[in-house]
């Protein structure tokens, strides 16, 4: 059984100024980052879904060993980049039996956290990273639960509306994993 990796990398970044994929963070780009963790994380394959200044990405990322799928409709929301990779991942054989999402803007994520949470896929099972009592990324949804994750995805939300009416199931990252965010320039010097 094989756990696949979702890289959500597609926004504009507006609040940043600039597409968050292209953010270096402590000697990498947070696409890459975040790519590369789920990868040392037990995630195979692993997708990331671009979006806003794709050939950009392309041509300064370095995506190496994972697969690039372009959301066209990107503008639109975090959703469309969610339901993008679900679709995409519909074309992977069966023993792909659960997906690990991850947005691009989470370089306190540990590969080891995602670990933990690969230790929950079953092809029904709903499972995120935990912090302090409170769910986290990254978020694991088994294959049974990507139609119906995809069909909640609008606007901003990915499987956030989906996940709030189920038994999630909450693996304790705290001590080995960071739940913050990369949203403006100044939360680059997180500590």
């Known amino acids: 059984m094989r756990v696949a990796g979702v890289v959500l990398a597609a926004g504009a970044g507006r609040r940043f100024g600039m597409p968050k994929a292209l953010v270096e963070y402590r000697g990498s780009l947070l696409v890459d980052r975040a790519a590369r963790v ?45 339901r993008t990779a679900l679709t995409a991942l519909d074309d992977e054989p069966a ?58 995805a609008v606007g901003d939300a990915g499987a956030r509306g989906y996940l709030r009416d189920r038994a999630v199931t ?4 705290d001590g080995i994993s960071e739940g913050f965010d990369i949203d403006r320039p100044a939360d680059l010097d997180h500590r």
């Open 95 to 152: 023993d792909v039996a659960a997906a690990v999402v991850l947005p691009v803007d989470m370089p306190g994520v540990t590969a080891e956290a995602v670990r933990r949470v690969v230790a929950r896929a079953a092809p029904d099972a709903l499972a995120a990273a935990s912090l302090a009592g409170r769910r986290s990324h990254p978020v694991l949804l088994g294959r049974a639960h990507w139609r119906g994750a995809a069909s909640r």
């Open 38 to 82: 789920l990868a040392e994380g037990g995630c195979d394959p692993v997708l990331v879904v671009l979006g806003a200044a794709e050939a950009q990405v392309r041509a300064e990322a370095e995506l190496r060993g994972v697969r690039a799928v372009s959301n066209p409709d990107w503008s639109t929301g975090m959703g469309s980049s969610f």
């Open 170 to 173: 909450l693996v304790r990252c």
